[in-house]
């Protein structure tokens, strides 16, 4: 069992920058096979999609088209990662999901079925 939290929502002026982290604990992360761990966003009115997600082994990143050269995530730790969005737009205000699962590849890893744990979630509201 794995369970996820995440941290660092709030507000921010469309052109700023925000960092989220989110925290996996239960089991050490590298014992599993296809291991990923990324964010979805889910704003008002609208389904939950992709953001970004990175792979355990080898460090792959993959992004939505969205925010491609705008966002970045990265590994902080063994149990850690976080997601710096830059240049915000208004459009990326939404509630921001942390997700981890196992057993994931390229044809299923943006897709938020696949993921088997999720956090609470924390949002984000970019406005002037």
């Known amino acids: 069992q794995v369970q996820v939290v995440e941290s660092g929502g709030g507000s921010v002026q469309p052109g700023g920058s925000l960092r989220l982290s989110c925290s996996a604990s239960?089991?050490?992360?590298?014992?599993?096979?296809?291991?990923?761990m990324g964010w979805f966003r889910q704003a008002p009115g609208k389904e939950r999609e992709f953001v970004a997600t990175i792979k355990w082994s080898g460090n792959r990143l993959y992004y939505a088209d969205s925010v491609k050269g705008r966002f970045t995530i990265s590994k902080e730790n063994s149990n850690t990662v976080a997601l710096q969005r830059n240049n915000l737009k208004p459009e990326a205000t939404a509630g921001y999901y942390c997700?981890?699962?196992?057993?994931?590849?390229?044809?299923?890893?943006?897709?938020?079925?696949?993921?088997?744990?999720w956090g609470q979630g924390t949002h984000v509201t970019v406005s002037s």
């Open positions: 997700a981890a699962g196992m057993g994931l590849f390229p044809s299923s890893i943006r897709t938020d079925t696949a993921y088997s744990y």
């Open positions: 239960g089991r050490t992360l590298n014992t599993f096979n296809a291991f990923a």
